[in-house]
């Protein structure tokens, strides 16, 4: 006996049956179309959905016996039938199209000949969310009142079951994030921060740990750089090898070579023993080099002869020595700048760079202050053994509307100060003891980031009475760095 034929309850029991097992929107989708359209004899049918970024307000997601999507997509833009349920939220029936006079200014029911012609809206409570419509070329009368009733009510029932289908799908999807979340934070217990933008570079260090690909991490000082190498070493597979951070703005440059590659005993006056360089020493494990923008030319090429052949020559050695080591390197500089300006290889660079990780400026990524804060908070009073619990909303939002030039760095610092020099079980807003720039001072219509970087040092400088160390360490920068900076201006750029 044909399915159309059968008790129409019985036939409504065992579609919701069906259709309320099916978790995939799509698939239930499909199966919606296919059920109506069989139990209806209908040649031909779509399912719109409300879709209010369309400037129709909805979209075909599913069709059948069409000769295209693009063909059911213009039939359904087209049809006065589909606008005339979306209007009205009643379902529409015609016996014969082609003389109803409700129709009769359709151009697709008349070029197309189509005879006969159901819509019904898919109604979740009082909201319209899509519709159904199932339409014959072949003959009048093909649906009845008794067929509109049952699509109706079928109609009612794939409406609950498709919200299911999403409601699943969202609950499925929010796990998923939150697993994510739990392992990003059991992975990396160190590592602070829930944005957008940190969580971006997180799922970057988790596809590079368990690989040998040279990584370079860029971000402007006191970003965390070295937090995250360290990171990457420690859930790697070399975490039970040594790990060995250089700073290569730290270390004098006519000692740099030494102090990376070794040196033969009688290399340069001094040199009693022979001895092993921190690349050396590094053998197996991960070498991390910060500040790479400040490697000396010089030393430009022996580095790139470890990254290509994996071996290094000692200072005034003869013969080389194969050193198994994964490269980490972090900069604040833009190094496609110096490689224009002749002062960074590229050669070098393309090596260093298989996988970039960019850490975000802490005023990039506002959401992580509060948590930040309070981690630096009671990491502080437990250091200094201070009773102070929690951070006053006034001292807060201060922190937030803060610049932070230093970045995670300078925050942490002016949160250890301020509990050093609270009174009380509360921080207050007078106890981060925060500069005060004016936006007059500092922001000015038509002012460079060259020059802006150098009013911001000059104004630092003249506060600490022209010490650079102080002032490297109050912007967040390398005294390297700063030396840089003030040489490349002309003199002391006070």
């Known amino acids: 006996m044909p399915e159309q034929h059968r008790d129409n309850f019985t036939v409504l029991y065992e579609i919701a049956q069906r259709i309320n097992s099916i978790l995939d929107e799509q698939e239930l989708l499909e199966e919606v179309l296919e059920t109506a359209m069989a139990h209806l004899d209908a040649e031909r049918g779509y399912i719109v959905m409300v879709d209010p970024e369309d400037e129709r307000g909805f979209n075909v997601v599913v069709s059948k016996n069409f000769s295209t999507p693009k063909a059911a997509d213009e039939s359904a833009a087209s049809s006065s039938v589909m606008n005339k349920v979306f209007k009205s939220g009643e379902p529409v029936l015609t016996f014969d199209a082609l003389s109803d006079e409700r129709f009769e200014a359709s151009r697709s029911i ?12 898919l109604r979740l409570q009082e909201e319209t969310i899509g519709a159904i419509y199932l339409d014959s070329t072949k003959s ?7 067929t509109l009733k049952f699509l109706a009510v079928f109609g009612n029932l794939a409406a609950v079951a498709v919200e299911n289908a999403k409601r699943y799908n ?36 988790q596809r590079v740990i368990d690989t040998d690909v040279s990584v370079l991490i860029t971000g402007e000082s006191g970003t965390g750089k070295e937090l995250i190498a360290r990171a990457i070493h420690n859930q790697g597979k070399r975490r039970d090898m040594s790990f060995m951070a250089i700073n290569c703005s730290a270390i004098p440059e006519p000692l740099l070579e030494s102090e990376l590659f070794g040196y033969r005993k009688g290399a340069f006056t001094g040199a009693n023993a022979d001895k092993k360089g921190l690349i050396e020493y ?18 430009q090429a022996k580095l790139l002869r470890v990254l290509q052949e994996r071996e290094i020559r000692r200072l ?12 980490i390197s972090a900069t604040n500089r833009n190094l496609r700048e110096e490689i224009n300006n002749g002062k960074f290889r590229e050669d070098l660079y393309f090596r260093l760079n298989i996988v970039e990780i960019h850490l975000p400026a802490l005023r990039e990524r506002t959401d992580d202050i509060p948590v930040l804060a309070n981690h630096f908070l009671k990491k502080a009073s437990e250091t200094h053994g201070r009773n102070v619990g929690k951070i006053s909303s006034a001292a807060m939002s201060r922190l937030l509307r803060h610049s932070w030039y230093g970045n995670v760095r300078e925050l942490q610092n002016v949160v250890e100060r301020a509990v050093v020099l609270s009174r009380g079980e509360e921080l207050a807003e007078e106890d981060l003891k925060l500069e005060q720039y004016s936006e007059e001072e500092l922001v000015q219509t038509g002012l460079t980031l060259e ?19 102080r002032t490297a360490e109050k912007l967040g920068v390398s005294l390297r760095w700063l030396q840089y900076r003030l040489k490349e201006w002309g003199g002391d750029s006070r």
């Open 140 to 146: 009048r009368g093909k649906f009845n009142e008794e």
């Open 282 to 299: 590094t053998d197996g494990g991960t070498l991390f080099l910060d500040e790479i923008g400040d490697l000396p030319q010089s030393l």
């Open 451 to 469: 020059e802006f970087e150098r009013k911001l040092v000059e104004k630092t400088l003249g506060e600490t009475g022209g010490n650079r160390t």
């Open 170 to 205: 969202r609950l499925k999807n929010e796990n998923a994030r939150l697993q994510s979340e739990v392992s990003s934070t059991n992975l990396f217990p160190g590592i602070i921060g829930k944005s957008k933008q940190w969580k971006a570079a997180l799922d970057l260090v």
């Open 316 to 327: 005034g050695d003869t013969e080389s020595r194969k050193v198994n080591v994964r490269l």
């Open 110 to 121: 008349v070029s197309q000949r189509i005879l006969s012609i159901i819509c019904v809206p």
